[in-house]
């Protein structure tokens, strides 16, 4: 699962959650593949990001390089940190892990790079 995946995951479907977003990231095995960097791509997604969970995502892949807890309004023309975010979102990808709601506990898995949101019929 790549981390741009992450960012738009929620577990608001759960009867009784209001918000189930964003979900707490356990990562517990990951591989890195490189992708071609695309600044209009990548300028085009920002609007759509939440930043809380970018910065989750770069606590939880534990990362070399540094992520602000907010985003800055010059992102767009700070190439430098477009690059880590292009490396963060598209080129780490999460083999094994899991994905918990914030409201419920409840656990998603994480197996072969593929997040199990499907929910048992107690649950909708």
Not at 25 to 35: A, G, P, R, V, Y
Not at 109 to 121: K, Q, T, V, W
Request: with cysteine; aromatic share 8%.
């Amino acid at each position: 699962m790549k981390l741009s995946t992450y960012n738009f995951l929620t577990s608001k479907a759960i009867r009784g959650v209001k918000v189930g977003y964003p979900l707490k990231l356990i990562i517990e095995k990951k591989q890195s593949i490189e992708t071609e960097y695309n600044a209009i791509f990548l300028e085009r997604l920002l609007p759509k990001l939440d930043w809380q969970a970018i910065s989750i995502a770069a606590q939880a892949a534990e990362i070399d390089y540094v992520i602000p807890k907010e985003m800055p309004d010059d992102i767009v023309s700070n190439e430098e940190l477009l690059k880590k975010l292009h490396n963060l979102l598209f080129e780490i990808d999460v083999v094994e892990g899991k994905l918990e709601c914030p409201e419920t506990g409840r656990i998603f898995p994480i197996s072969d790079g593929i997040p199990n949101m499907l929910l048992n019929e107690d649950e909708v």
